[in-house]
């Protein structure tokens, strides 16, 4: 019987946790969805722009 209460306690506990969730504005999300594919853009194109570097500086050494 003990597990039982603490089961519902924890689910109690849960529910007040999840009460006191403050979910971003639908500007907030969009705002932040623009920075991060913004950042996936850059650094795709800095890591492209190094592999090509790479690349032919290996096949400069390899000859």
Partial sequence: ???????????VDVRTEARKVVWPTRKE?????????????????????VDALLALVVQWVIG
Avoid: G, H
């Fill in 1 to 11: 019987m003990e597990r039982i209460a603490q089961l519902k306690q924890y689910l």
């Fill in 29 to 49: 999300t969009m705002q932040t969805t623009i920075v991060v594919f913004s950042m996936v853009v850059i650094v795709s194109l800095f890591l492209w722009i």
